[in-house]
């Protein structure tokens, strides 16, 4: 029976990076836009999965930059090198097909296939588990996407640091919609494209604190925009030269230069250490130690060296994870103070 139906979506798998589609509504009719932009078609020579092969760029069910709409699309915004940019990407019997609009518009389009995983190479890893055997067979559409952008991973990245998904979630929404400007094009209602470093750099102090991010928080995320231009250039290095970029910047460690490297590199290798949840799933899923450290998962995905963030993507979609048995981590709200 395994393949014929979709897994269900669970907590862990959506941490995984699925999100769902909806099913093309629109009875094979082709959408018309309301306002023309710039448009390039690509079939590539795999099945793709929007769900998957994008659902890490999403921050959230509630994410200004992310939105998958009943049409079956997914809606991104960018800050791009040539400006703001909206992108509307879709597949049809094989075809794929990038709408976008705003100056970032040519751009977002040149990085379509990239964005879809073209630069990655999922013949590369050979499942050494039965488990992870399962899911790449269950998910033949995970491909890992290459933004070819910085900024726009780093800066959720950080605001994930030691606080819940919820509350992370909820300061990217909150500081986006206020600071960042509206989607160009025909975009979803209340679509935004993220702040430019400058503006990053002059939200006030008390806007932080409205949107629940710490001083540790912000501070990190102001040096960042500071030196965004030295980052962005990260994007032409190799992972591991690239996180190591990023480190240099006070507050920036492995958990987040992982995080953001996976996104904007594509990089099938950067292992995430130092999270909360991760070294326990992977060890459960493999070993049944449901107290794994992060040397026990980095000893248990040394088979999977070259691929190892691959292999933990599918230990996520595999929906394997141990019940809970403690207390979710206190959700706080430091904006109420």
């Given amino acids: 029976?395994?393949?014929?139906?979709?897994?269900?979506?669970?907590?862990?798998?959506?941490?995984?990076?699925?999100?769902?589609?909806?099913?093309?509504?629109?009875?094979?009719?082709?959408?018309?836009?309301?306002?023309?932009?710039?448009?390039?078609?690509?079939?590539?020579?795999?099945?793709?999965?929007?769900?998957?092969?994008?659902?890490?760029?999403?921050?959230?069910?509630?994410?200004?930059?992310?939105?998958?709409?009943?049409?079956?699309?997914?809606?991104?915004?960018?800050?791009?090198?040539?400006?703001?940019?909206?992108?509307?990407?879709?597949?049809?019997?094989?075809?794929?097909?990038?709408?976008?609009?705003g100056p970032g518009s040519e751009w977002l389009l040149e990085q379509l296939p990239e964005m879809l995983g073209s630069a990655d190479d999922p013949d590369a890893f050979e499942p050494r588990h039965r488990l992870v055997a399962i899911a790449r067979h269950r998910r033949p559409g995970l491909r890992l996407t290459r933004t070819g952008l910085v900024l726009e991973s780093l800066i959720p990245s950080v605001l994930e640091q030691k606080v819940t998904t919820d509350e992370a979630y909820r300061a990217w929404r909150l500081l986006v919609r206020k600071f960042?400007?509206?989607?160009?094009?025909?975009?979803?209602?209340?679509?935004?494209?993220?702040?430019?470093?400058?503006?990053?750099?002059?939200?006030?102090?008390?806007?932080?604190?409205?949107?629940?991010?710490?001083?540790k928080r912000a501070s990190t995320i102001l040096r960042a925009v500071r030196v965004a231009g030295r980052l962005e250039e990260a994007v032409g290095m190799e992972p591991g030269a690239a996180q190591a970029r990023l480190e240099l910047v006070s507050g920036i460690g492995p958990w987040t230069s992982a995080e953001t490297v996976q996104r904007s590199h594509g990089a099938a290798d950067s292992v995430t250490v130092g999270d909360l949840h991760l070294p326990g799933i992977v060890g459960y899923a493999l070993a049944?130690?449901?107290?794994?450290?992060?040397?026990?998962?980095?000893?248990?995905?040394?088979?999977?060296?070259?691929?190892?963030?691959?292999?933990?993507?599918?230990?996520?979609?595999?929906?394997?994870?141990?019940?809970?048995?403690?207390?979710?981590?206190?959700?706080?709200?430091i904006g109420r103070l």
């Fill in 1 to 101: 029976m395994a393949g014929r139906f979709a897994p269900r979506p669970t907590r862990t798998t959506v941490r995984g990076g699925h999100v769902a589609v909806p099913a093309d509504a629109s009875g094979g009719v082709p959408r018309q836009a309301v306002a023309p932009g710039r448009t390039r078609t690509w079939t590539p020579p795999w099945p793709v999965d929007l769900g998957l092969v994008l659902g890490p760029l999403r921050r959230g069910p509630g994410d200004p930059t992310f939105r998958a709409t009943p049409d079956g699309a997914v809606w991104r915004t960018s800050r791009t090198p040539a400006g703001a940019g909206t992108l509307r990407v879709s597949a049809r019997g094989g075809v794929v097909r990038g709408e976008a609009w």
């Fill in 288 to 333: 049944g130690d449901r107290d794994a450290d992060d040397s026990v998962m980095l000893s248990l995905l040394e088979p999977y060296a070259g691929q190892r963030h691959r292999a933990a993507r599918l230990i996520l979609l595999s929906g394997r994870t141990p019940a809970r048995r403690v207390p979710r981590m206190p959700r706080g709200d």
């Fill in 180 to 215: 960042g400007e509206p989607a160009p094009g025909p975009a979803p209602e209340r679509m935004s494209v993220m702040p430019a470093p400058r503006t990053w750099a002059l939200i006030p102090s008390w806007e932080w604190h409205r949107a629940g991010v710490d001083n």
